[in-house]
């Protein structure tokens, strides 16, 4: 079964970067594309973007100038970093599995990441 | 990329049918059979329900069907149960290669 686990800071400043890592576990990173969603207390999901096991990604044009996804499959590892965060960016972050061609079948439980000084 | 578009709140009694609209446009859901559907109750990580407009993972419950027409997918959920109480939310592929979630829909069981 695989399982997917965020991990990095809860509490960000303003202006600073928010960084994240999604372990996977029981399966391996290669061969599938990850995503990350995030989802704004009392709000609906976003799509923030994908990194393929190859390295190469795909972005949310909204996020496009502050986001950067990359992948270490040593590690079995993806990560998320986001600049120049604001207010508007605290939200509960997911990782999951899939690019969203066939649906993300599987979701990490989601960190909340709030933007504060 | 604007939001696709589904109702606030859909309700139904237990084994009744409800079902949740999701509209987009002739660039998303109208040109691509790549709509995924999610549930999501209160204070967890959504699951997938559907993907390619209307088929189903393995374990989800046949009671969960997705369709299309046009620039609408629709997910109909047959044979309420209070465990399907939870918020849905549509994704579709878009002509720019990025992809969008719907609004959401809280679904209420009475």
């Known amino acids: 079964q695989v399982q997917l686990q965020e991990s990095g800071p809860g509490l960000v400043k303003p202006s600073e970067t928010l960084s994240l890592t999604c372990t996977v576990s029981?399966?391996?990173?290669?061969?599938?594309?990850w995503s990350w969603i995030r989802q704004p207390p009392g709000k609906g999901l976003e799509w923030m973007g994908f990194?393929?096991?190859?390295?190469?990604?795909n972005y949310n044009p909204s996020l496009k100038s502050r986001v950067t996804m990359s992948i270490d499959t040593s590690e079995n590892q993806f990560s998320l970093k986001l600049s120049s965060v604001t207010a508007a960016d605290t939200a509960v972050y997911y990782c999951?599995?899939?690019?969203?061609?066939?649906?993300?079948?599987?979701w990490g439980q989601g960190t909340l990441v709030t933007v504060s000084p | 990329q604007s939001a696709l578009t589904q109702p606030p709140s859909v309700s139904g009694s237990p084994g009744q049918s409800v079902t949740i609209s999701c509209t987009g446009t002739?660039?998303?859901?109208?040109?691509?059979?790549?709509v995924s559907w999610y549930q999501q109750p209160p204070g967890t990580a959504p699951k997938l329900m559907i993907f390619?407009?209307?088929y189903r993972p393995s374990g989800v419950p046949d009671r969960f069907s997705g369709s299309k027409s046009g620039n609408t997918a629709s997910l109909t959920i047959s044979g309420l149960q209070a465990e399907d109480e939870a918020d849905y939310y549509c994704?579709?592929?878009?002509?720019?290669?990025?992809?969008?979630f719907g609004t959401g829909t809280k679904v209420t069981v009475l």
């Open positions: 002739s660039s998303d859901v109208g040109s691509y059979n790549r």
């Open positions: 390619e407009v209307s």
């Open positions: 029981g399966g391996s990173i290669s061969n599938n594309y």
């Open positions: 999951a599995r899939g690019s969203g061609w066939t649906g993300h079948d599987y």
């Open positions: 990194v393929y096991y190859s390295g190469s990604t």
């Open positions: 994704s579709s592929y878009t002509s720019s290669t990025t992809y969008v």
